[in-house]
T-cell receptor, first 115, second 111 residues
Framework: AQSVTQLGSHVSVSEGALVLLRCNYS??????LFWYVQYPNQGLQLLLK??????LVKGINGFEAEFKKSETSFHLTKPSAHMSDAAEYFC?????????????FGKGTLLTVNP | NAGVTQTPKFRVLKTGQSMTLLCAQD?????MYWYRQDPGMGLRLIHY???????AKGEVPDGYNVSRLKKQNFLLGLESAAPSQTSVYFC??????????FGPGTRLTVT
């Protein structure tokens, strides 16, 4: 079975500071990994994905994430936070094997950006 | 190109009432999913479909039924609503590249 753990249900940063949102996964087969963002009262929007190509993945809005197999991690970073980054972020995992049609989500991390 | 749409956007039900949520997509995707989102719980998969005429249970299927009679539509039904089904419901479709596209959500309150 696959699972995702997001460390920290709430992260607060100052505008211009580094954003680091942590995600660890568990999967019995090579995983596909995703980060989604949810703005208030909206659906989820894909930020970036890892599907076994380059381990450093760049996404939209200046975010990137690095797949580290040895640490079973896929942490999301952004060098300089902007007020518009305030949202909830979800990490998700999908198996690359036969049952790869289902995503398992973490519980989410709410990012607050202070002026 | 509307993507994934959900109807209705909001609904209030009394305990025991029934309703159907409609998800429609115009992207010709085979896979469709219904999730519920509750505070602190992330998204949990209710049911999913890998193609027209097929459905399967997800993580939390009890109290829900689904149908996929047409490729572009995926219906989620509540036969006898309970307060525990108060939630925000999201529909999603999946591309061949494994990423999922989400609708805007339906906020359901059961009193």
């Amino acid at each position: 079975a696959q699972s995702v753990t997001q460390l920290g249900s709430h992260v607060s940063v100052s505008e211009g500071a580094l954003v680091l949102l942590r995600c660890n996964y568990s999967s019995s087969v090579p995983p596909y990994l995703f980060w989604y963002v949810q703005y208030p009262n909206q659906g989820l929007q894909l930020l970036l994905k890892y599907t076994s190509a380059a381990t450093l993945v760049k996404g939209i809005n200046g975010f990137e994430a690095e797949f580290k197999k040895s640490e079973t991690s896929f942490h999301l970073t952004k060098p300089s936070a902007h007020m518009s980054d305030a949202a909830e972020y979800f990490c998700a995992v999908s198996n690359s094997g036969g049952s790869n049609y289902k995503l398992t989500f973490g519980k989410g991390t709410l990012l607050t950006v202070n002026p | 190109n509307a993507g994934v749409t959900q109807t209705p956007k909001f609904r209030v039900l009394k305990t025991g009432q029934s309703m159907t949520l409609l998800c429609a997509q115009d992207m010709n995707h085979e896979y469709m999913y219904w999730y519920r989102q509750d505070p602190g719980m992330g998204l949990r998969l209710i049911h999913y479909s890998v193609g027209e005429g097929t459905t399967a249970k997800g993580e939390v299927p009890d109290g829900y039924n689904v149908s996929r009679l047409k490729k572009q539509n995926f219906l989620l039904g509540l036969e006898s609503a309970a307060p525990s089904q108060t939630s925000v419901y999201f529909c999603a479709t999946r591309t061949g590249a494994y990423e999922q596209y989400f609708g805007p959500g339906t906020r359901l309150t059961v009193t």
